[in-house]
């Protein structure tokens, strides 16, 4: 999978029915062909045991997809969140927790909380939502 700049409607569709493909998307933005361990600094890795994790070929520390970014711990199913980060992020798109709460059938609090999560990390990166794409989202560093 190739990822653009921006992500095309059917690329979000996509992402959005399937966790494993949101993890590899996550994964491909992250470290690209440029994995660095945090732990040794070591660049040689192989496929970690939990889908799109990696590991370090030296001191065997596996990283997941979503480490360091703010999918970490998310506590509900992933492709979810990548819609709500999403939505967040378009202009125009974005709607209330209730109406994600309604829509993904999470509870209306989880959605808040992973909102205003978003919402946060779109102010760190110094810029309204205009301007910011999932990529920089997923690229700050949580
Ligand atoms: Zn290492």
């Known amino acids: ?8 409607p059917e690329l979000a569709k996509e992402l959005f029915e399937d966790s494993e493909k949101v993890l590899k998307f996550i994964a491909e933005i992250k470290w690209n062909d ?6 040794c600094g070591h660049t040689n890795f192989c496929e970690g045991k ?5 590991r370090c ?7 997941s997809a979503t480490a360091h970014t703010l999918f ?3 506590k509900f199913p ?14 125009g798109k974005d709607i209330s927790s209730y109406e ?12 808040w909380k992973f909102r205003k999560r978003i919402k946060n990390c779109v102010i760190k990166n110094g ?9 920089k989202i997923l690229l700050t560093d949580f």
């Open 100 to 111: 994600y709460s309604d829509q993904l059938g999470l509870n209306q609090m989880t959605c």
């Open 78 to 91: 992933i492709n979810k969140a990548f819609y709500i980060a999403y939505q967040v992020c378009v202009e």
């Open 57 to 63: 070929t030296r001191c065997k520390t596996e990283e």
């Open 1 to 8: 999978m190739i990822f653009k700049e921006d992500i095309s």
């Open 50 to 54: 939990s889908p799109s994790s990696r």
């Open 34 to 39: 440029s994995f660095v361990c945090r732990k």
């Open 127 to 135: 810029a309204d939502t205009k301007s910011v794409t999932i990529q």
């Open 72 to 74: 970490h711990n998310c």
